[in-house]
């Protein structure tokens, strides 16, 4: 009897032996799991990370890959237009070389002597004379003309705001040009005033100019998407604008040029 309970009782010590083992194996088992779980979770956070930047990188690189295109059609534009004008170049220099008549007027030319110094005021008539006709020329029709091909309306007016940007800033150095001015005292006072207002109503018809090939651009557009079906008979229209004989400003100069002379 007491044989029995004694093997009875090391078989249920071997058995706790067993469950504390398993236990153990158990816990250790819940250790690493956990462990698992926090990695796939740490590894989860990384790969939403990971295609956040990607999902940017492609904005990115759709954004560059548009700007690429954008460069690379004006680049086409201004390689027709350089291709253009050097055509009409070359023809012209063809000409002038092939016509002796030319250079024979040019040898029969009196030869030019040195002018006396104008009055500042008829310099500044001449000067001011010279950049209106500057600004003149880049009128989106006139463009489109002396280049000899339909441009769209978006072309034209980016090349006549390119211009008109190069025209700006000569009118910042617009005082530059009347610097000797300062040796003639008597005039001194007077005209430097003068020439600020004038270069500031250049620089206000400029900017005006620009607004206008903008609206211009944007009505064009607008037509074109409000009326899609008529797009293939009409895709390069050109909104004409009546163009004036005279501007109030060429009038302000020449009611002044007629006042002082």
Do not use: G
């Not at 690379?72 to 063809?94: A, M, Y």
């Not at 000569?170 to 040009?177: A, G, S």
């Not at 020439?195 to 109503?201: A, I, K, S």
């Amino acid at each position: 009897m007491i044989e029995s309970l004694q093997n009875e009782l090391k078989s249920m010590r071997a058995y706790c032996h067993e469950l504390k083992t398993m236990v153990e194996r158990s816990e250790e088992t819940n250790k690493l799991l956990t462990t698992k779980i926090n990695k796939e979770q740490e590894l989860k956070t990384q790969i939403s990370d990971l295609k956040q930047e990607l999902t940017l990188l492609e904005k990115t690189n759709d954004t560059l890959n548009m700007k690429y295109k954008r460069l690379n059609e004006k680049h086409e534009t201004l390689k027709i237009t350089h291709d253009v004008l050097l055509k009409e170049h070359e023809q012209r220099l063809l000409l002038f070389r092939k016509d002796t008549r030319v250079i024979e007027r040019v040898a029969r030319l009196p030869k030019f002597e040195v002018a006396p110094v104008k009055h500042p005021l008829d310099v500044l008539h001449s000067v001011t004379q010279q950049t209106l006709d500057k600004i003149k020329s880049t009128d989106v029709r006139l463009l489109n003309k002396r280049l000899k091909r339909i441009f769209d309306m978006t072309e034209l007016s980016d090349m006549s705001n390119k211009m008109i940007m190069t025209l700006l800033d000569d009118l910042d150095r617009f005082h530059e040009q009347f610097d000797w001015v300062h040796t003639c005292p008597d005039i001194n006072t007077h005209f430097f005033p003068l020439v600020e207002l004038v270069c500031d109503m250049m620089k206000e018809m400029c900017t005006i100019k620009m607004t206008l090939n903008d609206l211009q651009a944007d009505y064009v557009k607008r037509i074109k998407k409000a009326s899609c079906p008529t797009m293939n008979n009409n895709r390069h229209t050109i909104i004409i604008i009546p163009e004036e004989k005279s501007t109030w400003l060429e009038n302000f100069i020449n009611t002044f040029w007629s006042l002082t002379s």
